[in-house]
Structures are given as structure tokens and as C-alpha cells.
């Protein structure tokens, strides 16, 4: 089992709608978890971080996480095309080694 | 001002060939990364100092050498490239090792070996 595992994708939303993005990790002991997103030739970006003791929402963004079942989970409401780009999860293993998924590709149609 | 700042931007050079790829962060971070972006966009760790400590060094060529001379600075020198070492090079940096509040990347240097 891949430690981090994305779905690829591409996810395509209508403009205005709730893009769903999840993010699996197999460390059990894992306490931190971030989402970045990747515009195509730039570098990836910090949008959100939650620890396990809880969700979180900034804006648009909110972060979950369910522990039970090991994955993460971020949702976008109301979708611009501006979001169109590349989400990675990582989540730290043995507590201090960055792991990332590998991605996936959102595509916001106006 | 640049809180990561990697150089060069962009890189080619021909196989056999060594050569550096630059970082600085100046965040106070205490721990700094290395990571490698192949064409399928799989961004992997590579190397991590904190505090001018060698802390993670995952299965890499060892053609590939980090050194931190402080916790600012963290430097990739590559010897002998070869054409599976063309990828995008990101540094990064945390507030600690355990990632913190998050990984703030620089902009990347795009290597390409020829």
C-alpha cells in the first residue's frame, strides 16, 4: 500500500459547486496533515493544515479528517476556475518525514 | 523578499557533468528539505537537515550530496548526471521537523541533462 494515495483525476466541477478532493495515508500514528495545490510549472503552495484533534475551515477551504478510516478530505466550495490546479496531500510519516501524494488534477469549467 | 530562494532557475547540462543547485530560506526555519519533481508531477523527499543536522536521507544515488553549512542554507551538489536526473529540484523549509505549520517551497530548478 502506497503510503500517501490520491485519485488522479482530473476531477471536473462546474463553476459555483463543492469539488471534494480525499487523500488516504496508511501511518496510523500520523498528526498532521497539509494540503497544498500546485499551479502547472510553479511551486506548491500551503492552502491548509489541520492537526488530528480536529477540522478545519478557511474560507472556502475545509479540511477533515477521518481517523477511523485514514483519510483526509478537502473540500472547495463554490469553485472558481482559478482553483483549476494540482492538490497534493502530505502527510508526515514516523512523525517528521514528508510524504506526499501524488496528486490530483482539479478542473473548474465556467 | 523571497522567503525560500533557490538558484538557478533553470539548468542543462550534459551527462558526466557535476553540478549545485542553491537554497535559502529566510524564514528561521529550523529544518530545510530537499525534494525531486519527476514528469509525473511525484514530488518525493529526498534529503532534510534541522539545525545543520542530516535527519532524513531517503534511498537516493549517492551522486547526489546535500550540505548545510547553517540552518539558513542548504545546497544539492550532483556528480556524474544522468538523463533520469532531469526533474524539477525544490527546496523547502518547516518551522521543525515535524513539519510545523506547514513546508514553504521555493521556486524550483528545472534540471535538464542532455
Known amino acids: 500500500q502506497k503510503e500517501v494515495e490520491q485519485n488522479s483525476g482530473p476531477l471536473s466541477v462546474p463553476e459555483g459547486a463543492i469539488a471534494s478532493l480525499n487523500c488516504t495515508y496508511s501511518d496510523r500514528g500520523s498528526q498532521s496533515f497539509f494540503w497544498y495545490r500546485q499551479y502547472s510549472g510553479k511551486s506548491p503552495e500551503l492552502i491548509m493544515f489541520?492537526?488530528?484533534?480536529g477540522d478545519k475551515e478557511d474560507g472556502r477551504f475545509t479540511a477533515q479528517l477521518n481517523k477511523a478510516s485514514q483519510y483526509v478530505s478537502l473540500l472547495i466550495r463554490d469553485s472558481q476556475p482559478s482553483d483549476s490546479a494540482t492538490y497534493l496531500c502530505a502527510v508526515p510519516r514516523g512523525s517528521y518525514i514528508p510524504t506526499f501524494g501524488r496528486g490530483t488534477s482539479l478542473i473548474v469549467h465556467p | 523578499d523571497t522567503a525560500v530562494s533557490q538558484t538557478p532557475k533553470y539548468l542543462v547540462t550534459q551527462m558526466g557533468n557535476d553540478k549545485s543547485i542553491k537554497c535559502e530560506q529566510n524564514l528561521g526555519h529550523d529544518t530545510m528539505y530537499w525534494y525531486k519533481q519527476d514528469s509525473k508531477k511525484f514530488l518525493k523527499i529526498m534529503f532534510s537537515y534541522n539545525n545543520k543536522e542530516l535527519i532524513i536521507n531517503e534511498t537516493v544515488p549517492n551522486r547526489f550530496s546535500p550540505k548545510s553549512p547553517d540552518k539558513a542554507h542548504l545546497n544539492l551538489h550532483i556528480n556524474s548526471l544522468e538523463l533520469g536526473d532531469s526533474a524539477v529540484y525544490f527546496c523547502a523549509s518547516s518551522p521543525k521537523r515535524t513539519g510545523g505549520n506547514g513546508y514553504t517551497f521555493g521556486s524550483g530548478t528545472r534540471l535538464t541533462v542532455v
Open positions: 489541520i492537526y488530528s484533534n
